[in-house]
């Protein structure tokens, strides 16, 4: 089992990764906050030939449901140059938040566009590694929050086989999804989880926040989590708070 946490800022992510012992990391090929094309990484080689694995998060602002051409097209062209940027690093996956509509949209026109960015990089000849959707922690109209709504994502792009499921614990918490069960539940409706966000929550349960918590300092109770990932039998990423991490994983080793 494989389990590594997101290295936010470095510039050489894999010695801070052998620094910390894990297995698998997760970082970013731009800027999260921007829309700015990927460009070369530094230690590209390194990253790639390295024994730890590596997946890549996408930029936070990538919307590929949304109805507005304005944010809609660029996120499409986001994705497509994040996932070949992942592809430079050898990554297994590039991990895109499911996103959300405006008040009053059809969401069955947002499930659709899912659906279309698939259809269009289809023939293009496919992303440059696997896109693994992400359940998101709040609002009334998005597209991954809550199992009805997965399962409506998962009608629309689930027989691609580029589309893959990311499960993030703190954000299912926030969206109101008891953790006790899950993975039993979301594998009925996808049939994979292919990447575990393994994350505490600092707010109660169903508060559609989304606010990251250690391991053992949260809302949700660690053995809860250590057994989510058990069943999980997925490479787990921390995305917890970087200063706890080393303790995360001791935690975790522990077990």
């Keep these: 089992m494989r389990v590594g946490a997101h290295l936010r800022q470095d510039d050489n992510p894999v010695t801070t990764a052998e620094e910390l012992g894990v297995d698998i990391f ?12 990927p460009q070369p990484h530094p230690h590209a ?31 499409r062209k986001a994705v497509e140059q994040q996932a070949a940027a992942a592809a430079e690093l050898g990554a297994i996956g590039l ?10 949209e059809d ?15 289809q023939d293009k000849g496919g992303f440059g590694v696997p896109i ?11 597209m991954a929050r809550t199992l009805e709504s997965i399962e409506r994502l998962w009608d629309a792009v689930g027989d691609f086989d580029q589309a893959g499921f990311c499960l993030d614990t703190c954000h299912a918490w926030a969206g109101g999804e008891e953790l006790v069960g899950l993975v039993e539940r979301i594998k009925a409706i996808t049939g994979r989880i292919d990447l575990v966000h393994l994350n505490n929550s600092r707010d109660e349960f169903d508060s559609g926040r989304d606010r990251h918590a250690n391991l053992e300092s949260g809302h949700i109770a660690p053995d809860v989590l ?9 490479p ?3 995305e917890t708070p970087a200063e ?11 077990l």
């Design 236 to 238: 787990t990423i921390l």
């Design 26 to 37: 997760q970082m970013f090929v731009t800027d999260p906050q921007k829309w700015n094309k």
């Design 132 to 142: 693994l959707i992400e359940n998101t922690a709040g609002g009334n109209h998005a």
């Design 107 to 121: 969401p069955a026109e947002g499930f659709d566009n899912w659906r279309k960015l698939f259809e269009r990089q």
């Design 226 to 234: 250590a057994e989510l990932m058990a069943q999980a039998d997925a």
């Design 95 to 104: 991990v895109v938040h499911g996103g959300h509509l405006r008040d009053g």
């Design 45 to 75: 080689a390194q990253i790639r030939d390295s024994p730890i694995d590596v997946v890549v998060h996408s930029s936070y602002q990538i919307n590929v449901a949304s109805l507005n051409n304005r944010l809609r097209m660029p996120s």
């Design 244 to 254: 706890g991490v080393p303790a995360d994983l001791a935690y975790l080793r522990s």
